[in-house]
């Protein structure tokens, strides 16, 4: 009796409120409505400036939250609200790289010299916007890779030091990510599924067991579409 008393009166977890919306129980406007301080935190910290609800970077960030609302699952880590803060901010400073350009074209002959001196100044300002997001989206996977409880120093001594090695391994990780089952079944229980890998894969339990962080690490990574890392791993590629 006291266990139910105490479920009824435990306040949700925002993840579960989450679940229930994309599962058509919750309301959907009333949760943005709730959140509508934290999207516009997230969209300050980028603009630098006092977010109001005119302002077209707000409805940038309002359709970044609502796209975390449907987007969120097991995947992206444990806390709902960090994976919006990232969105949110990838999509905001996209939006003003891409209106900076678009906004100079237009420009007449004489205003484009002054808008040259801004753009500069524009530049400088995106580099450390798209260096701070970068943090935070390393920060973001390395808290998923705690539940795993793999930390960055061991992925380092661990990861192939061999190209072909690390080809393998990535498009090991691609049949993995295909297979929904296996995914929940990684990020339920935390370990690599290896009995539903092993049929799928020409290498040994061995060879998977020997590389186990370096894979869960790659999952990660590729579910939950970490533009910066991912774009490190595809320049790494091709710098080899």
């Not at 400073?93 to 237009?106: G, L």
């Not at 049949?175 to 370990?191: D, T, V």
């Not at 690490?217 to 579409?225: D, E, L, R, V």
């Amino acid at each position: 009796m006291l266990s139910l008393v105490m479920k009824i009166l435990r306040k949700p977890k925002i993840e579960d409120i989450v679940c229930d919306i994309q599962n058509n129980g919750g309301d959907k406007e009333a949760f943005i409505i709730q959140y509508q301080p934290f999207i516009k935190k997230s969209i300050s910290s980028v603009c630098r400036r006092y977010i109001t609800e005119q302002d077209d970077e707000y409805s940038i960030g309002l359709f970044a939250f609502n796209e975390a609302i449907e987007q969120y699952s097991y995947k992206k880590g444990k806390s709902f609200l960090a994976f919006a803060d990232l969105l949110i901010k990838r999509d905001v400073i996209d939006y003003i790289r891409k209106e900076s350009k678009h906004n100079f074209v237009f420009l007449k002959e004489d205003e484009q010299e002054e808008m040259l001196e801004m753009q500069v100044s524009l530049t400088e300002y995106m580099k450390e916007m798209e260096n701070s997001n970068r943090k935070e989206e390393i920060l973001h996977f390395q808290s998923v890779l705690a539940e795993f409880k793999i930390t960055f120093s061991e992925l380092a001594k661990e990861s192939p030091k061999h190209r072909d090695t690390r080809e393998h391994l990535i498009e090991i990780v691609k049949i993995i990510i295909r297979e929904e089952e296996m995914m929940e079944e990684l990020f339920r229980k935390k370990k690599l599924p290896l009995k539903h890998i092993e049929p799928l894969v020409r290498v040994s339990r061995k060879t998977l067991e020997r590389h186990r962080k370096y894979i869960i690490a790659m999952c990660i990574i590729f579910a939950n579409n970490y533009t910066y890392i991912l774009d490190y791993i595809r320049g790494e590629k091709h710098d080899e």
